[in-house]
């Protein structure tokens, strides 16, 4: 199937693209990255040297994915997304020196498989975003998000929970969760969301 990597793209020679993947106009992709199968990284989209992206994933339109971030299959990154890497980030050292590479210990952003961030959505590492979960547009997530968790707002917090489709669960009269675009049943229990086997 190959690969479709446009002329106005910076795609480093060491890094790793897989089939059926696309690099659209004026992305960057760094030394290391190791890009899965039939993903598309959007027109000035950054992913950072190191960076690893499982297959279908998509990053959309000026992302920035910086080191060193870590997606899981499916992972949807929209549009102007910041995934940071640095806890106290200065261009200087206390004596006035610039920094470097060395002067500092990057952390990074996880992601899980299924799991969605909305446009405009800064997360601030370290944190994990959980399987199948959706950030809100505009939100800024500083601390992890459970699997099929909503999150909204600045700072972000949970307004509700997700199933595998991206919609929003409603409850059931028997206290279960339904989604309403597939029918999919899913139970909650300490604070634990799970797809009910067979719904």
């Not at 190959?2 to 693209?17: H, K, L, P, Y």
């Not at 870590?70 to 206390?94: C, K």
Request: charged share 20%; net charge negative; proline share 4%.
């Amino acid at each position: 199937m190959g690969t479709r990597i446009v002329e106005s793209a910076d795609v480093s020679e060491n890094a790793q693209i897989g089939d059926g993947s696309s690099i659209w106009h004026l992305a960057q992709v760094r030394e290391d990255a190791k890009i899965g199968e039939d993903c598309i990284i959007g027109r000035g989209a950054y992913v950072g040297t190191g960076v690893t992206m499982g297959k279908c994933c998509k990053v959309q339109n000026y992302a920035l994915v910086y080191e060193p971030a870590v997606l899981e299959d499916g992972v949807f990154i929209g549009p102007a997304v910041v995934l940071t890497n640095d806890h106290n980030p200065r261009a200087i050292n206390a004596d006035g020196s610039l920094k470097s590479g060395d002067d500092w210990e990057p952390v990074g952003v996880t992601i899980k498989h299924g799991a969605a961030i909305g446009a405009r959505a800064v997360c601030v590492a370290p944190v994990t975003i959980g399987r199948w979960a959706t950030v809100a547009a505009g939100a800024v997530v500083v601390k992890d998000v459970p699997d099929h968790a909503l999150v909204a707002g600045v700072p972000a917090r949970q307004i509700g929970w997700v199933s595998k489709a991206g919609v929003k669960l409603e409850e059931t009269e028997t206290g279960q969760l339904r989604c309403p675009a597939s029918g999919e049943l899913y139970e909650l229990a300490d604070g634990i969301l799970t797809e009910v086997e067979g719904s």
